[in-house]
């Protein structure tokens, strides 16, 4: 029996009706994408010639082709040969906090990469209005989710971070950035054990994660114990069994600290990964940012890449000019190339155990914004998971870690999910995420050739714009 789009709409209104708090709004269309492939990532799985129907960004049904029957109202889109799923998360970035109103050629420039999800991982005044920009749709962009400013101890590696030292300042700190709406606290390796217990501490009192780098003063067991919601870059697990001595050298960022993983043997990273899969810890390793310090020379040819033309002057400068070259020693940015095979070892570990793992990417300074997801998830199947289980932690893990639903993130009925359309299958090659047709964000159909327009024009208005005067 075929499933009328006109039975649907009449549902929806009713549901609308019957609801609490009804206020009318202007109808939003229908997008069908007409005889497309699904990959609902519930799975490793292909659903061919299917119709997929869509309204305010929620998918209203996924059926054969043969099963539904169009009026002519809605907004048709040619899925034929094409494959479509969920868009793609940055669960580690960095977002310039450009105030609103209007877009900057970053965030389209995610958008045009597939990535519709972004986590922002220091928090800046201007990051709270943008979140809300994008989000009443003042602004386009990723949907933006942002920790709070980065909180150190008194040896800070960034001058931009909040200084915190006893108990106290901790605890205010976490009240004064939960109520003012940061969806995590972040802390870093400089932490003290005193402040790191009352951030964790009042963070659950206050009912906000805490996320970010493992303090050295209190070590990786403490930090899983703790209940900390994500680490970053895979730092904590290499400062297993080091002295506050060695990891006191060149500010943490040491060769000697690298190199611990050459000493970790496979019965302590099963033990680790079965720790952290234990307290439900999730880990955004980050490998991208990690093979560019250890290969400075690469970043001059991503100058060469066909997207750089979208880039702004300021991050093509940083391709030429990378400021992390002052706190990342050549010895510590070698070991950090040597390591490489034992990182891989372990993300396989942690996934092998349980432990959940989301893409992220670093993308600052030298980083270029939404090209670099392509490249880890190709890390995750260099690691040793399939194309599917690198799939899932760009889109369906990323989605249940920020709403805490199962169902998050795949291409079902009644999902809210963002979409991106492609011409080539990515569960046979991952790299098929680079032939991007199209993406569907906040309910809005936006084609690769669109986006990139829109860059182009961002861009020129941006240089068009009279330096400010002193």
């Known amino acids: 029996m075929n499933i009328c789009i006109r039975k649907l709409a009449v549902a929806a209104v009713v549901l609308a009706l019957t609801g609490p708090g009804y206020a009318f709004e202007p109808p939003e269309p229908w997008y069908v994408f007409v005889d497309v492939n699904v990959l609902p990532m519930s799975g ?7 119709t997929v129907l869509v309204r305010g960004g929620r998918i209203a049904a996924v059926a054969p082709a043969d099963k539904i029957t ?3 109202d809605v907004v048709r889109i040619d899925g034929r040969g094409k494959y479509l799923m969920p868009g793609l998360s940055d669960m580690h970035a960095h977002i310039t906090p450009s105030e609103p109103p209007g877009t900057t050629a970053e965030l389209l420039l995610y958008l045009a990469s597939g990535v519709t999800t972004l986590r922002n991982m220091a928090g800046f005044p201007g990051h709270l209005p943008l979140r809300q920009a994008i989000k009443d749709g003042a602004v386009l962009g990723p949907r933006l989710y942002t920790t709070s400013p980065l909180l150190e101890g008194e040896d800070a590696v960034w001058d931009f971070s909040v200084k915190v030292l006893n108990a106290e300042e901790a605890r205010t700190r976490v009240r004064e950035y939960a109520q003012q709406g940061w969806d995590f606290i972040k802390v870093y390796h400089t932490l003290s054990a005193e ?20 303090p050295f003063t209190v070590g990786i067991e403490e930090v899983l114990a703790d209940g900390q919601s994500s680490v970053e870059h895979l730092r904590g697990y290499d400062i297993d069994g080091l002295s506050p001595d060695v990891l006191a050298i060149g500010g943490g960022r040491s060769p000697q600290r690298f190199a611990s993983w050459l000493s970790m043997s496979d019965e302590r990273m099963a033990d680790l990964a079965r720790q952290t899969a234990h307290a439900g810890t999730w880990n955004t390793p980050t490998l991208v940012v990690n093979m560019m310090l250890a290969d400075f020379e690469t970043l001059p040819e991503m100058a060469k890449h066909p997207m750089a033309v979208y880039l702004t002057p300021e991050m093509l400068g940083m391709l030429e000019e990378n400021p992390l070259e002052k706190i990342f020693s050549p010895e510590s940015r070698a070991m950090l190339g040597r390591v490489l095979p034992q ?14 793992l989301m893409i992220g990417t670093d993308t600052f300074p030298s980083l270029v914004p939404g090209f670099t997801v392509i490249d880890e998830i190709d890390h995750f199947v260099k690691a ?37 359309l492609l011409d080539a ?8 995420l680079w032939q991007l047709e199209g993406v569907m964000v906040h309910g809005r159909w936006l084609l690769k050739s669109e986006l990139l327009s829109m860059i182009t024009a961002e861009l020129l208005r941006a240089a068009s714009k009279p330096a400010p005067t002193q």
Not at 197 to 205: L, S
Not at 346 to 355: C, M, N, R, V
Not at 425 to 432: A, H, K, Q, R, V
Request: hydrophobic share 40%; net charge negative.
């Open 425 to 432: 299958n990515p569960l046979e090659d991952t790299n098929n």
């Open 195 to 214: 402040a790191y217990a009352a951030v964790i501490e009042e963070a659950r009192a206050q009912g906000i994660r805490v996320v970010g780098h493992v």
């Open 384 to 420: 040793g998971l399939s194309p599917y289980d690198a799939l899932f932690a760009a889109t369906v893990a990323p989605s249940v870690y920020l709403g805490q639903t199962s169902a998050d993130g795949t291409v079902t009925a009644g999902q809210e999910t963002d979409l991106i």
């Open 44 to 50: 490793p799985v292909v659903l061919t010639h299917q």
């Open 343 to 356: 990182q891989y070892k372990f993300i396989k570990a942690l996934h092998d155990a349980g432990a959940p």
């Open 70 to 72: 169009l009026t002519p």
